[in-house]
T-cell receptor
Framework: NAGVTQTPKFQVLKTGQSMTLQCAQD?????MYWYRQDPGMGLRLIYY???????DKGEVPNGYNVSRLNKREFSLRLESAAPSQTSVYFC??????????FGDGTRLSIL | GQQLNQSPQSMFIQEGEDVSMNCTSS?????WLWYKQDPGEGPVLLIA?????ELTSNGRLTAQFGITRKDSFLNISASIPSDVGIYFC?????????????FGKGITLSVRP
């Protein structure tokens, strides 16, 4: 049982490049989330999807877009990467009476 | 946005000692969660608490949901080197449409052999 799978695990981008972070869960969860983790800042919610077909902004959505492709998959896109988006990105999912489970993260550096 | 209060930021203990961490909020939550994050990995759920006053154990870990619903604590007994990591608390109002978590900034635990 893989849980929450994130790809890629590491990525280096140049300023202005775009990329999509992928996330898939195999727990039949309705809700999925994208967080970023920065030193001293804890986990901050970027976007979430309460159910298939819906997405909503979290605390720090600027510079990001998301797509809930189907119940299993929730992607995060950086259209024009900026150095301030250097971070570790985590995807998570939860369901009714099943707390949030996290993936192992994507470590993203933007030069 | 709101964050839960976890302090101190770091704790240093000797192997074999017990350690207690608490987490406080100015708002009420209906679920409290405790996660541990190892270096280079994602947070892993340790204990989930669903009822005010609930005391739950998971091996050497014990956590309690405060009666006021504004706090929770986590106790680790007889610490071992693999207990090293960052411990996060999280509060949740409910499952479903309002299921977003509110996190503390975490406590980094170091265990001296």
């Amino acid at each position: 049982n893989a849980g929450v799978t994130q790809t890629p695990k590491f990525q280096v981008l140049k300023t202005g490049q775009s990329m999509t972070l992928q996330c898939a869960q195999d727990m039949n969860h309705n809700s999925m989330y994208w967080y970023r983790q920065d030193p001293g800042m804890g986990l901050r919610l970027i976007y979430y999807s309460a159910s298939e077909g819906t997405t909503d902004k979290g605390e720090v959505p600027n510079g990001y877009n998301v797509s809930r492709l189907n119940k299993r998959e929730f992607s995060l896109r950086l259209e024009s990467a900026a150095p301030s988006q250097t971070s570790v990105y985590f995807c998570a999912s939860d369901g009714l009476f099943d707390p949030q489970h996290f993936g192992d993260g994507t470590r993203l550096s933007i030069l | 946005g709101q964050q839960l209060n976890q302090s101190p930021q770091s704790m240093f203990i000797q192997e074999g000692e017990d350690v207690s961490m608490n987490c406080t909020s100015s708002s009420i939550f209906n679920t409290w969660l405790w996660y541990k994050q190892d270096p280079g990995e994602g947070p892993v759920l340790l204990i989930a608490l669903y009822k005010a006053g609930e005391l739950t154990s998971n091996g050497r870990l014990t956590a309690q949901f405060g009666i006021t619903r504004k706090d929770s604590f986590l106790n680790i007994s007889a610490s071992i080197p693999s207990d090293v990591g960052i411990y996060f608390c999280a509060g949740q109002l409910s499952f479903g449409a309002n299921s977003k978590l509110t996190f503390g900034k975490g406590i980094t635990l170091s265990v001296r052999p």
